[in-house]
């Protein structure tokens, strides 16, 4: 089995609590305490609606989007890990006219005093254009620990070429390590998702016109490929008919192994979905009221899943284990299948 779990669990401590909504009465579980789906209200770049979150076809003529940086808040478990590999994603996937291709590239990580030799594993943040724009989608933990992490930007990437624009973007799993002077990157490990399957099944098409549910490119991706099981889509749609919410990474930009372990993720298996904001409201955010958390939670569980993982340590569930927290799940909730 692959429990998102690893060995740095940990007790809910002051980190992890989230501050409840004054004069809100949520349930603390089962759909039918839960409002009805809302109207899902536009953002601006960088906190994208679910039309948003859709890969865009190539427009002749357009300008490239406006973008923002994207910066790690104090309510995270260790701001800088987050901040490092932001950094070096965005320096790889952004560039003006003129200052494509990898030696460019190179030059703009060096300039952060980062290793460049990760630059050469970029893959589809390098594509051949005369200008790029990238947006971090949000960087979430695949896995973090003392001395290693794992983390997971999702982003997307605008391109021209030749006057046309194209709208793309992937996931990147990124790899670093503590060392005296703080945190450096070691390696990384673009999304692969696989070519789409042409035509889609009922259950893909259904997730993909939910106007409830926001998919990143590589997530999306994940989806057409038809390597992501039943007990997936239907548990976001599910899901969907109670809250919004946004995914971080299905199957592929995710480690392989649950970090700090041999143990295969549900993840690359497609059995797996990560959630990072639930109903606007981002999960690492204290402000976020511990009450939707944990009813999306133990939703969750009620959809079927056999391992819910997030920032609050739940009690019962259906099995021994259902729930957990610790420090990686500390930013979204992780929700895993069987089969």
């Known amino acids: 089995m692959g429990r998102e779990s690893g060995t740095e669990r940990r007790p809910v401590g002051r980190r992890v609590v989230l501050v409840g909504a004054v004069g809100v009465l949520l349930g603390a579980g089962g759909c039918t305490s839960a409002p009805h789906r809302r109207a ?13 979150s859709r890969t865009a076809p190539s427009s002749p003529a357009a300008a490239l989007p406006r973008t923002t940086l994207w910066r ?43 290793p460049t030799g990760p630059v050469d594993q970029a893959g589809p943040l390098l594509p051949e254009a005369d200008a790029a724009v990238l947006q971090v989608v949000d960087a979430q933990y695949g896995g973090i620990l003392a001395d290693s992490s794992s983390v997971l930007v999702v982003c997307r990437q605008w391109t021209r070429r030749g006057g046309r624009v194209a709208a793309g973007g992937t996931t990147v799993d990124v790899r670093l390590v503590r060392t005296r002077s703080g945190w450096t990157v070691t390696a990384l490990t673009p999304a692969h998702p696989g070519a789409a399957v042409a035509p889609p099944s009922a259950a893909v098409r259904r997730v993909l016109a939910d106007t409830d549910i926001a998919l990143p490119p590589a997530a999306e991706a994940d989806l057409r490929s038809g390597r992501v099981h039943d007990s997936v889509l239907n548990a976001m749609l599910r899901l969907a008919e109670t809250y919004r919410m946004d995914v971080s990474v299905v199957r592929s930009g995710h480690p392989l192994n649950v970090f700090g372990t041999n143990r295969p993720s549900d993840h690359p298996r497609g059995r797996a979905f990560d959630v990072w904001r639930i109903d606007g409201r981002a999960v690492v955010d204290p402000a976020t009221p511990r009450t939707l958390v944990e009813r999306f939670m133990r939703d969750a569980a009620a959809a079927g899943s056999y391992n819910v993982g997030g920032p609050i340590q739940l009690s019962g569930g259906a099995t021994p284990g259902q729930f957990f927290s610790d420090n990686t799940h500390h930013d979204h909730v992780h929700i895993g299948f069987l089969s």
């Open 40 to 52: 899902r209200q536009g953002a601006a770049v960088g906190t994208p609606s679910a039309s948003a």
């Open 72 to 114: 790690p808040t104090s309510a995270e478990i260790d701001p800088e890990v987050k901040l490092r590999a932001v950094q070096l994603i965005e320096a790889i996937g952004a560039w003006p006219a003129g200052k494509g291709g990898t030696a460019a590239a190179k030059a703009r990580v060096a300039a952060l005093r980062l």
